[in-house]
């Protein structure tokens, strides 16, 4: 039977992904004797990772962290909803089980789903998993009209991952952990893929009485930007 076309080449990237990570494996264990054995025993995370499921922003490498520091939820555009269960269930287990101190909502400039929300482009399916960018699109055009014409999907970029950082703050889970006093801080933060650079949004929350205040600053106009 012959081979179907681009066979090949597909066995061959995925070779490549299997001799990469013996490499790697290799390298680790050479530098941190031991490292494997300890990560198999328990995970000890401090961060939770809420980011864009872009292949160009991995979490662990643009933070320059090991394998076991970070725990990741990562989905098209960074977005946390009160009905996606997938989000909600990492957050719940991160906070609950985990304990983590941090959790970060990272955006990035150029994000493929806020351009599409912002263009109004029809991609299908995806146009429900976008909705919610239009409609705070729309409740702070303002914002986004301040910003200038350049600049305006790297602003929606900025106030989508300010969105997200709300949005994680009314969850259930992070109202009923700091009411039982968990020592627990949710940040914003966006990353340039041109030069590799993370900004913080200066949303950082670590209560509900640091809500009104926080996002009231964030989303006015004109607001403080970290622009490429």
Known sequence: MPAMPGFDER?????????????????INTEHPGFFEKLARQQAPEVLWIGCSDSRVPANEIIGVMPGEVFVHR????????VDFNCLAVMQYAVEALRVRHIIVCGHYG????????????LGLLDN???????????????IAAAGKEAETDALCELNV??????????????????????????????GINDGHLHDLAVTVTGPEDMDETF????????PAHRR
């Open 11 to 27: 066995d061959r990237t995925l070779a490549r992904l299997l001799e990469n990570n013996r490499a790697w494996a290799e390298r």
């Open 75 to 82: 989905n098209v555009a960074n977005q946390v909803m009160h």
């Open 111 to 122: 994000c493929g789903g806020v351009k599409a929300a912002l263009r109004r482009h029809e």
């Open 129 to 143: 998993w976008l909705f919610s960018i239009g409609e705070f699109r729309r409740k702070h055009s303002a914002i």
């Open 162 to 191: 300010i969105e997200q950082v709300h949005n994680v703050c009314n969850t259930s889970i992070l109202q009923q952990a700091w009411r039982r006093g968990q020592d627990l801080a949710v940040h914003g933060w966006i990353y």
């Open 216 to 223: 009231t600053a964030a989303f006015s106009v004109p607001r």
